[in-house]
């Protein structure tokens, strides 16, 4: 993934509750961690893995994973 990139967590993968569903942006990219910030919550969410995460259906620019 790349920073801007439209991604949601793989169901089963969410690290809190609201993450569940949450589309949010790659805000962060360090290695294979990303940091997203979710669309209605404060912040960066720091780390999800790319195997946690899925692209975001229509997102020209992101990799799916």
Request: hydrophobic share 40%.
């Given at each position: 993934?790349?920073?801007g990139d439209?991604?949601?967590?793989?169901?089963?993968?969410?690290?809190?509750?609201?993450h569940?569903?949450?589309?949010?942006?790659?805000?962060?990219?360090?290695?294979?961690?990303?940091?997203?910030?979710?669309?209605?919550?404060a912040?960066?969410?720091?780390?999800?893995?790319?195997?946690?995460?899925?692209?975001?259906?229509?997102?020209?620019?992101?990799?799916?994973?």
């Amino acid at each position: 993934f790349e920073i801007g990139d439209i991604v949601t967590v793989k169901p089963g993968a969410e690290h809190m509750p609201a993450h569940r569903g949450a589309k949010g942006a790659v805000s962060i990219v360090h290695g294979d961690s990303y940091g997203v910030r979710f669309d209605g919550i404060a912040g960066v969410h720091k780390w999800y893995t790319g195997d946690e995460l899925r692209a975001v259906a229509g997102d020209a620019g992101a990799e799916m994973a």
